[in-house]
C-alpha cells in the first residue's frame, strides 16, 4: 500500500464530485485515500470507489452546533489515525486539519472550493463571518500547498495573503455522455424544448425563483430541476402558481451517471448565479462542465469566469438581467433559433474535449508527487 493520504469535508460524500475526481486521481497515483464525511439522513448509498471512506453521522444538522460538532470529531478522528498527508477541502475543514497537521509534523493540502467568507450565508451575518475570516487569516499565509477553483478567486487570496493558490476548475472526465434512456425512459415529455437547472447547491441568489417565474412567459418549454437546495421547497410552491403549473419538473438529487442522463436529453443548461456577493460573482459552477460534457448549449448569467468559458468556445449566451419577463424573452429567442442551437452543439464538440480532467488534473500530480 502507498503512503496513506486522509481527505476530510464537511459536506455529504456522494454527489460532491470535485473531491471524488481528486481521491480518483492520488488513487492512480499509489496513494491509499481515505475519504471522511458526514452522512445526512437524505444521503444516498456510496457506490463503488477505489478508495476507502468514512461518513460520519451528527446529533447536528445546521448553525454553530453542527459546526462545532464536526469539527471536534474530525480533529478526534485525525488526532487517532495514521496518516503521511491531509487534504482539507474548504474553510470549515481547516481548523482540525491545520491543528493535526502541526501537532504530528505532516504535511497539509488546502483545497478551497469557493470564496468561503464571501458566501450569501455568511454576508448577511458579520458575527459569523468574522469568526470565519479569523479562522482563515489565521491559517492561510502558513499553509504551503493551496488550490482554488478559478483565477479569479486565486487573485482574492492573493490579495488577501500574498500566496497564489494553484488553480484546478472543476472540470468532469472525459467522457461520451451516452444516453442509455431515453426523454420516454426518465418521464420526460418528447415534444417539448427542455431547459435544465441542476446542481447539490440549489440555493437563494442563484436565480432559481426567477427561472420558475419566467415559465409563465415561455410556450413549448419544460423546465427540468434536477438536484437539492435551500430553495427547492419555494420552487416546488411557486411552480404551482397559475401560468407555470405543469411547467416546471423537479427530480432529486441522482447519482451523477444518472444526473447526466437527465442531462443529455435536454437541450439548454442554465447557470443563472446573481452578482451579489464575491463568492457567486466569481463562481465556476461544476453545471457549466457537466452540461459542456454532455453536448447542451447554456444559458448563463453574465459572470467573469463563467463568461470566459462560454465566449472562449462559443458554446451559449447570456440573460440580459435576472428579470424574469427578460429570461424568458432570450430562452424564446434561443428556442426559435435553429442555426444557433447547431452551431453551439458543433463547438461544444471541441470545448468538451478541450476542458477535462485528465488536462486539469495535471497540477495535482504535480503538487502530490513529491509525497509519494
Given amino acids: 500500500m502507498g503512503k496513506r493520504i486522509i481527505v476530510s469535508v464537511i459536506n455529504d460524500l456522494v454527489t460532491d464530485q470535485r473531491v471524488h475526481k481528486t481521491c480518483l486521481t492520488l488513487t492512480r497515483m499509489g496513494f491509499n485515500v481515505l475519504l471522511?464525511?458526514?452522512?445526512?439522513?437524505?444521503?444516498?448509498?456510496?457506490?463503488?470507489?477505489?478508495?476507502?471512506?468514512?461518513?460520519?453521522?451528527?446529533?447536528?444538522?445546521?448553525?454553530?452546533?453542527?459546526?462545532?460538532?464536526?469539527?471536534?470529531?474530525?480533529?478526534?478522528?485525525?488526532?487517532?489515525?495514521?496518516?503521511?498527508?491531509?487534504?482539507?477541502?474548504?474553510?470549515?475543514?481547516?481548523?482540525?486539519?491545520?491543528?493535526?497537521?502541526?501537532?504530528?509534523?505532516?504535511?497539509?493540502?488546502?483545497?478551497?472550493?469557493?470564496?468561503?467568507?464571501?458566501?450569501?450565508?455568511?454576508v448577511n451575518r458579520p458575527g459569523v463571518q468574522k469568526v470565519w475570516k479569523r479562522i482563515e487569516s489565521h491559517i492561510f499565509p502558513k499553509l504551503k500547498e493551496v488550490f482554488t477553483i478559478n483565477d479569479s478567486i486565486a487573485h482574492l487570496f492573493e490579495k488577501d495573503y500574498g500566496i497564489r493558490p494553484y488553480v484546478v476548475r472543476n472540470i468532469p472526465f472525459k467522457k461520451e455522455v451516452i444516453q442509455k434512456k431515453s426523454r420516454k425512459d426518465l418521464g420526460l415529455p418528447e415534444d417539448k424544448f427542455i431547459l435544465i437547472l441542476q446542481g447539490s447547491g440549489i440555493n437563494i441568489q442563484r436565480g432559481s425563483e426567477e427561472m420558475v417565474e419566467a415559465m409563465e412567459f415561455i410556450?413549448?418549454?419544460?423546465?427540468?430541476?434536477?438536484?437539492?437546495?435551500?430553495?427547492?421547497?419555494?420552487?416546488?410552491?411557486?411552480a404551482e402558481k397559475e401560468g407555470i403549473k405543469g411547467k416546471v419538473i423537479f427530480?432529486?438529487?441522482?447519482?451523477?451517471?444518472?444526473?447526466?442522463?437527465?442531462?443529455?436529453?435536454?437541450?439548454?443548461?442554465?447557470?443563472?448565479?446573481?452578482?451579489?456577493?464575491?463568492?457567486?460573482?466569481?463562481?465556476?459552477?461544476?453545471?457549466?462542465?457537466?452540461?459542456?460534457?454532455?453536448?447542451?448549449?447554456?444559458?448563463?448569467s453574465n459572470l467573469p469566469e463563467i463568461r470566459k468559458i462560454i465566449e472562449q468556445y462559443n458554446i451559449g449566451d447570456f440573460i440580459p438581467?435576472?428579470?424574469?419577463?427578460?429570461?424568458?424573452?432570450?430562452?424564446?429567442?434561443?428556442?426559435?433559433?435553429?442555426?444557433?442551437?447547431?452551431?453551439?452543439?458543433?463547438?461544444?464538440?471541441?470545448?468538451?474535449?478541450?476542458?477535462?480532467?485528465?488536462?486539469?488534473?495535471?497540477?495535482?500530480?504535480?503538487?502530490?508527487?513529491?509525497?509519494?
Avoid: C
Avoid at 495514521?82 to 474553510?91: A, I, P
Avoid at 430541476?225 to 427547492?232: A, E, K, N, T
Avoid at 435553429?338 to 471541441?350: A, C, I, N
Fill in 36 to 122: 471522511v464525511g458526514r452522512k445526512l439522513a437524505t444521503s444516498l448509498p456510496m457506490d463503488n470507489r477505489p478508495y476507502a471512506s468514512r461518513r460520519m453521522k451528527l446529533i447536528f444538522s445546521k448553525g454553530f452546533p453542527f459546526y462545532a460538532e464536526y469539527n471536534l470529531r474530525l480533529f478526534l478522528f485525525l488526532l487517532f489515525h495514521k496518516f503521511d498527508v491531509l487534504t482539507s477541502n474548504d474553510l470549515d475543514t481547516l481548523l482540525p486539519n491545520y491543528l493535526v497537521s502541526k501537532i504530528k509534523n505532516k504535511p497539509l493540502v488546502y483545497d478551497s472550493h469557493e470564496y468561503f467568507t464571501e458566501v450569501p450565508e455568511l
Fill in 219 to 238: 410556450e413549448g418549454a419544460i423546465l427540468l430541476i434536477v438536484g437539492s437546495g435551500d430553495v427547492i421547497d419555494t420552487l416546488k410552491t411557486m
Fill in 251 to 300: 427530480k432529486p438529487k441522482q447519482l451523477y451517471e444518472d444526473l447526466m442522463q437527465y442531462t443529455a436529453n435536454t437541450d439548454l443548461g442554465l447557470t443563472l448565479d446573481k452578482d451579489t456577493n464575491l463568492n457567486y460573482r466569481y463562481s465556476l459552477p461544476n453545471k457549466l462542465f457537466d452540461y459542456i460534457q454532455a453536448g447542451i448549449p447554456v444559458l448563463a
Fill in 321 to 372: 438581467s435576472h428579470q424574469p419577463k427578460e429570461i424568458a424573452k432570450k430562452i424564446t429567442e434561443i428556442m426559435g433559433n435553429t442555426e444557433q442551437l447547431k452551431s453551439w452543439k458543433r463547438y461544444l464538440t471541441f470545448a468538451a474535449n478541450d476542458l477535462t480532467w485528465e488536462n486539469e488534473s495535471e497540477i495535482i500530480k504535480k503538487v502530490y508527487s513529491k509525497y509519494v
